[in-house]
Each structure stands twice: as structure tokens, then as C-alpha cells.
């Protein structure tokens, strides 16, 4: 694959060969090719949104079906997303300026205890390469970074990672103190982390338990659908 990139001019391509090879790069985990087909496409005039969504957003979700069906791996597709990042980069502050639209925002932190983050991180980088505003904590979160989080950015989500099992029960903390400040139900929750399953999710009062950063952007997307038709309706 590597020889036939190197006789590939991006240039040269029309808008179309373009964003399919882009597709390509970014499941390769091809920085600054991903970086070169970005500026050519602001360079023939498209908007900051269209670069993301149709070259980016896309070439991620292809990355996104591959992981979940286990063809990928998470070296694989840490490649791809800190290719994905390299794009966005560009793109952010242009994105910010035209005031483009976004799935929403989602405030995520590994919980207090536990400084495990690769996991995390994954699921940070899938989900702004889907169009999520992420606000990342980091690791070792406790409620009052998180309650201060929520007051400052008013997410549409909270996602808390864990990997041990004697951190998982701080995420239950969390919740607790959100239903007792009455500001639960103002945000989806999400959960994950190797030890977790569906049933401690539900135990602790989260919306979800994602198993995998492609499947925590699949339900982001569908729970966001859902508020948002919820909202409409009312």
C-alpha cells in the first residue's frame, strides 16, 4: 500500500478521487497526508463543515464499522484518530468561526482513583471525529472536577472511564451527587471501561454502557437523536 501511496499526487485528484483517498489515508493513519488533502479542499473553497463532515467524519466512521467487527485494532485505530486529530486541527478554529453545527458536547474523565486513559482518549478522538465537542478531564477525576466541568461547558453528555475494579464504584458517587444537585436528568451519561458490563451501568444509574469507543459514538449518536426528538415533540 505504501509504494502505490508515494505515486499519488493529492493534487491532482478531482474533489471526488479526493475524499475517497482521504478515506484511505485516514484508515492507514496517514497524518500528513490527511493534513495535505484538508488545506487542498479549503483551498478549492469548501466550507471548514463539509471538509469534516464528508472527508473526516466519514473516513472515521469507516474506521469506527472495521473496530467493532474486530478487523481493526486499537493501534490501528489510535493511528487513525491521531490522523483524524492532525486534520481537525486545521479545521477547529475555522469550525468555531462559521459557527458550523455539532452533534454536541460531552464532558469525559477516567474517575478518581484510576489513571488509566488509552481508553479514554480513544473514545475522545472517535467522538470529536464524529462531531462531538469533547471537554477531556483526564484521569483521576473526582466529582468536583466533574461537577465544575458540567457548570462551566453544560454538556449534553458525561462519559467516566474506569479500569479497575476498585475505581468502577466512584461512578455511582458521581451520579449520586448529580441526582442530588437535580441536574441528572439534564445530561446522558455514559459509562466504560474493561471491567464494566451492562448491569453495573444500570446499577450505578448511567443511560449506557459502551463497550468500545465505536460503540460509545453509536450510542451518543442514538441517545443524542433521541433527546433531540424528545425536545421536539415537547
Known amino acids: 500500500m505504501a509504494d502505490d501511496e508515494d505515486d499519488i499526487i493529492l493534487s491532482e485528484l478531482n474533489n471526488e478521487e479526493l475524499v475517497e483517498q482521504m478515506h484511505q489515508d485516514l484508515y492507514d493513519g496517514l497524518k500528513d497526508e490527511i493534513e495535505e488533502g ?3 479542499l479549503l483551498g478549492r473553497d469548501w466550507a471548514p463543515y463539509k471538509v469534516l463532515t464528508e472527508a473526516l467524519v466519514e473516513g472515521m466512521r469507516i474506521v469506527g464499522i472495521d473496530f467493532r467487527d474486530g478487523i481493526l485494532f486499537v493501534p490501528e485505530v489510535l493511528l487513525a484518530a491521531n490522523a483524524m486529530k492532525a486534520g481537525m486541527a486545521i479545521l477547529r478554529p475555522l469550525l468555531i468561526e462559521s459557527g458550523a453545527p455539532r452533534q454536541g458536547r460531552i464532558v ?31 484521569i483521576n477525576t473526582d466529582v468536583d472536577q466533574f461537577l465544575a466541568a458540567i457548570d462551566e461547558h453544560k454538556p449534553d453528555m458525561l462519559g467516566m472511564s474506569a479500569l479497575l475494579t476498585t475505581t468502577m464504584p466512584y461512578m455511582k458517587v458521581v451520579i449520586d451527587t448529580l441526582k442530588e444537585k437535580g441536574i441528572r436528568d439534564d445530561m446522558i451519561v455514559l459509562v466504560g471501561g474493561a471491567p464494566l458490563n451492562e ?25 443524542m437523536a433521541r433527546k433531540h426528538n424528545k425536545l421536539a415533540s415537547a
Do not use: P, Q, W
Open 199 to 223: 448491569d453495573f451501568a444500570m446499577a450505578v444509574g448511567a443511560d449506557a454502557y459502551c463497550r468500545d469507543a465505536a460503540v460509545a459514538v453509536e450510542t451518543a449518536k442514538e441517545l
Open 108 to 138: 469525559t474523565g477516567t474517575v478518581k482513583g484510576d489513571i488509566h486513559d488509552i481508553g479514554k482518549n480513544l473514545v475522545g478522538m472517535m467522538m470529536e471525529g464524529a462531531g462531538f465537542e469533547v471537554i477531556d478531564l483526564g
Open 38 to 40: 484538508v488545506n487542498i
